[in-house]
């Protein structure tokens, strides 16, 4: 039998029976699916109006979780929260108000462009208002979730939830599959609210639901979406072609090609383009760099894009058609996983400009091109040459160092210092090559790098050529630190701020939101294992990522994996009663080694079912256990809200030490979260605060 204090804190507020849908199971369903929707739809739908929080996106996920996990722990508080609709409209309103364009000054962070000298001050404030409002917004829309989850027996309620949560995965997966728009988004949305309220709240509600639609409506106008991106095109400067905007900012113009950059034809300038037979171009994007080859007469182009929708927008607007060009075949895929994926050898391999401005997913601070521009991509290039190619690199890198980084990058893998043309203009472009064609460069252009005497650096023409030094160059972007844009490892002083912001929030939301007995019962045994949790899924999606390519599909479908890694999680921990929790620990410390030691780069099996097989038990072995060790003490907790609760804000705090991979690399982040799983197997062998085991019939 219960204590008096332990009875007091076990009578969560009801389940409303005021709401058209009553049944709680139907009920947990819904909210779930809705809370994890619109999750979704912040991480996607803010940065493509915000584009300085596009590099931040991370912090939009630690801010649901922590919206969410407050929203469960209040729901022991009798008080009035603004409604859902309000929030949701102020959060839209901000977003509107909002659509300013950040350039950073400081060189330490993942933001392409940081640095520049045309950058403007950096806003501070833009990104923790931004977490405040998440935060904040998340916290009403979670907070029935508490009442709902203790309603029923623990497993069979958080059996309901991760379905909820795949459903809303999966719809927000067909919408960027049929690049839907945001009013899409926002219009089921607003259905899962209204199947969720009474008649009294959906009229409170209605007023600022309608504002939210029409400022959607309004954003979206003249705009078109890709799975990563919002796109908007506009008549280009010079010529016939387009600009096509991106996420507010210029990335790509497609028109005639004489109006393009002299970089992009550099490589033609010295070599005979009919020597180059097959060609392979990463990050092909609207055409240019295609229709640039083509009219310097190479034989055929094989050209990746990741992005379907900038693909269709070159096929349709670029005036030079190359890609209607018999000569080209297009694919739709991740330029590294392409190349893993083929057995061709290619006379050229161009990396064409692949600068994203994304994050490949929220749950890591990777970048859509992340993976293509370490040393290990340049390894992959080098080995699908023929024995007469070369490897091309060309860009608007911008910052002197950045291109004495990649120069060391491929004299670390070609044993030879590249040939490197360098730019005036905007920024500091240059374009480098390396390969066995490099030998052939006429006698005259077989000399060191050198700036050339009286150079204009306010036109985009070459400004220095020449065989490049590498001395003291910056550490290089691997796979297993795979950060080009860092000149060293470094933990920036504004993702520290933002971060000391976000803890401080969690920290007093926590000491406001639950009462002072049920504080006493906040259960850091559940804290750990969602903060050592979160690491694990983020190495996950990490390596398949590096494996099978950075795209939203693979992202989408590694999470849906790990979600159905869950239930049949909860399925063994309902059928098996494991007496002995220390076995578990150990078999998730065991498995957590081995994926510490064993590289994910040793896993290129060059047979793809094998590939993933092998990778998926590599990856889901220890996710799965995890999930076991979860499922166990979530059956046993006490309070079912409280214990919930605990394990989401672990799962935001594990979350922030995800950014540790910017000093110590990815495969680091095992070791923390082997760390993490021990200290919660410590604190799981105690009776912490008093707890009194409740009985096995509340259980199950």
Not at 101 to 114: F, I, K, P, Q
């Amino acid at each position: 039998m219960l204590t008096t204090e332990a009875t007091a804190i076990e009578a969560p507020p009801v389940v409303p029976s005021h709401n058209f849908i009553t049944d709680v199971r139907t009920r947990l369903f819904l909210t779930s699916f809705t809370v994890l929707f619109f999750e979704l739809i912040c991480i996607r739908w803010i940065p493509a109006y915000i584009r300085y929080i596009g590099y931040f996106s991370n912090f939009i996920l630690l801010s649901a979780f922590l919206g969410i996990g407050l929203g469960i722990l209040i729901s022991r508080r009798s008080w009035r929260l603004p409604p859902f609709p309000l929030m949701l409209a102020f959060l839209v309103i901000y977003v509107w108000r909002n659509k300013i364009e950040v350039r950073l000054n400081s060189t330490d962070v993942l933001y392409y462009g940081a640095g520049e000298s045309i950058a403007k001050s950096e806003h501070y404030l833009v990104l923790p208002i931004v977490i405040l409002l998440v935060t904040i917004t998340m916290v009403p829309l979670a907070r029935p979730l508490g009442p709902l989850l203790n309603a029923l027996p623990r497993l069979q309620a958080y059996t309901i939830d991760i379905i909820g949560s795949m459903a809303g995965t999966a719809m927000f997966f067909a919408f960027a599959w049929f690049s839907a728009p945001p009013i899409v988004w926002f219009g089921a949305l607003t259905l899962l609210l209204i199947s969720l309220a009474g008649p009294r709240t959906i009229m409170l509600g209605a007023l600022p639901i309608l504002a939210t639609l029409i400022i959607v409506v309004h954003l979206q106008s003249n705009t078109q979406w890709s799975p990563y991106y919002k796109l908007t095109v506009e008549p280009a400067a010079e010529g016939t072609g387009v600009i096509i905007n991106v996420n507010n900012s210029g990335q790509q113009t497609a028109t005639e090609i004489e109006y393009k950059e002299s970089f992009y034809r550099r490589v033609y300038e010295l070599f005979p383009a009919q020597e180059f037979e097959n060609t392979l171009i990463l990050g092909a994007g609207s055409g240019s760099d295609t229709a640039v080859a083509l009219d310097y007469g190479v034989p055929h182009i094989d050209a990746v894009e990741i992005d379907p929708k900038i693909l269709d927008l070159g096929k349709r607007l670029n005036p030079e058609h190359p890609y209607q060009d018999p000569r080209v075949t297009t694919y739709v895929n991740d330029g590294r996983a392409f190349m893993r994926n083929t057995d061709k050898r290619y006379d050229l391999i161009s990396f064409a400009l692949p600068d994203s401005l994304t994050l490949t997913s929220g749950f890591s601070n990777l970048r859509l091109e992340s993976f293509l521009l370490t040393k290990e991509a340049i390894e992959d290039a080098r080995d699908h040459l023929t024995d007469d190619g070369m490897v091309l690199l060309y860009n608007y890198y911008r910052e002197p160092w950045l291109v004495d980084k990649i120069a060391a990058m491929m004299k670390d893998v070609f044993g030879q210092d590249p040939y490197v043309s360098t730019y005036g203009g905007w920024g500091r472009a240059a374009v480098l090559m390396a390969g066995p064609k490099v030998a052939e460069l006429p006698a005259a252009l077989n000399k060191p790098y050198a700036e050339l005497a009286g150079r204009d650096e306010t036109r985009v023409d070459v400004i220095g050529e020449g065989f490049y030094p590498t001395v003291d160059a910056p550490r290089p972007a691997t796979d297993n630190w795979p950060f080009l844009y860092l000149k060293t490892p470094v933990f920036p002083k504004i993702y520290v701020g933002s971060l000391l912001l976000l803890a401080g929030i969690a920290l007093i939301g926590v000491l406001i939101a639950m009462p002072r007995k049920a504080l006493r019962r906040f259960d850091l045994h559940m804290f750990f294992l969602g903060a050592a949790f979160i690491l694990l899924e983020t190495k996950s999606i990490v390596a398949f990522g590096l494996l099978f390519g950075s795209t939203w599909m693979v992202n989408s479908l590694v999470f849906f994996a790990i979600l159905t890694s869950v239930l049949v999680a909860i399925l063994v921990s309902s059928r098996l009663q494991i007496r002995r929790p220390g076995i578990l620990y150990a078999l998730l410390a065991i498995t957590l080694i081995v994926n510490f030691i064993v590289r994910p780069e040793r896993l290129l099996f060059d047979t793809p079912i094998l590939r993933y097989v092998v990778a998926a038990v590599m990856a889901f072995t220890p996710v799965f256990i995890a999930n076991v060790v979860f499922a166990r003490s979530f059956r046993d907790s006490e309070t079912a809200d409280i214990a919930f609760g605990s394990n989401l804000l672990g799962i935001m705090a594990g979350g922030t030490l995800e950014y540790f991979a910017l000093l110590l690399g990815y495969r680091a982040l095992l070791l923390i979260a082997l760390g993490l799983y021990m200290f919660a197997a410590l604190l799981g062998r105690y009776t912490p605060f008093g707890r009194v085991p409740i009985t096995p019939s509340n259980s199950s």
